[in-house]
């Protein structure tokens, strides 16, 4: 009888230290998994601020492209900034509804 409360005991402790091995092992790898979200999360804004600049310069060429005046292309360049200009009045107007 003593021997088997003996035994029970031993394979409760190895049972314990097994779990409290496991535990420290998890506790380890989500620290390192938390670490490489907030490196992919830094690299994710850092991403889309790169997109929102790149966009915003494509949007500048884009529109320098729209009123770039060749020679003998005036009166062209009037009309498509004309254009523009009552493109944005539109969404002005969008806006202040």
Do not use: P
């Amino acid at each position: 009888m003593a021997n088997e409360n003996i035994e029970i005991v031993d394979s409760l402790q190895q049972k314990i230290a097994l779990l409290v091995s496991r535990y420290n092992d998890l506790k380890t790898e989500n620290g390192n998994l938390l670490a490489e979200n907030d490196k992919l999360t830094t690299k994710l804004e850092e991403g889309a601020r790169e997109t929102a600049a790149l966009r915003e310069k494509y949007n500048t060429l884009k529109f320098s492209k729209a009123i770039e005046v060749t020679s003998g292309d005036v009166h062209g360049a009037k009309i498509r900034i004309n254009q523009i200009v009552r493109e944005i009045d539109k969404c002005i107007a969008l806006l202040n509804r």
